[in-house]
Structures are given as C-alpha cells and as structure tokens.
C-alpha cells in the first residue's frame, strides 16, 4: 500500500527578495512584475517540487503573528499564501528476520 507525508508551509510572494527577482528576470526579461505577484511563489514551489513534493492545495491568507490563520468575512488583500504537499513515503528496507524473529546477518557480518 502506497504511503504517503506531507507538507504544510506559508509561502510569501514578495519579490523584494533578490533570489526571487533574479528568477522573474531569466524568466520574463521584458516584464516587471508587481511586488506581491504570485509568480513571486514560483521559485519555492520548483524547490520543494525537485524535491518530490506534489502540491495539492494553495490559498491566499493573512497570516497571524502566531502561525495561525485569519479567518473571516472581511475582505483583505493577502500575499502569504498556504501551501499543502505530499510525496510518496520512503519505506526504509527492512532487515530480515528469522523465525523466532531475531534479525538474520548476511555472510561476512558476524555479532
């Protein structure tokens, strides 16, 4: 059976940060793309996707200074941005074991 981790970050679109400008840069060299535009999440989204991580969910949302969510009727601008993904646990092999459940040592391994 397939198992599965995952994932919960906050990601900032702001693209003050430099890394993220230089990426918009080879990206779209003609366009100057507004401070809090999405494709700001672009670079962060690719790192965690080389990394094996599907994203599965994505929303706008205000931030609280704990980590937590506002969550309301108001109408607010927002440029966090909550990011859900999941990849494919690694299962660690398993050693094998004998019959009374003991772990058996391959040849040239001794106890």
């Given amino acids: 059976m397939e198992q599965w981790e995952y994932l919960s970050v906050f990601i900032k679109a702001d ?3 430099k890394s993220v400008r230089e ?4 990206q779209w060299p003609d366009e100057k793309p507004q401070r809090y535009s999405p494709k700001a999440l672009m ?3 690719n790192k965690l996707g ?3 991580w599907e994203l599965m969910h994505i929303e706008p949302v205000i931030q609280g200074r704990k980590g937590d969510i506002l969550q ?4 607010r601008w927002a440029h966090v941005y909550f990011c859900v993904f999941k990849r494919r646990k690694t299962i660690p092999a398993v050693m094998p074991v004998d019959a009374s459940g003991r772990p058996m040592h391959g040849s040239g391994g001794g106890d």
């Fill in 15 to 17: 693209t003050k940060n």
């Fill in 50 to 52: 080389a990394e094996g």
């Fill in 43 to 45: 670079p962060e989204l």
């Fill in 72 to 75: 309301s009727g108001n109408e």
């Fill in 23 to 26: 990426y918009l840069k080879q």
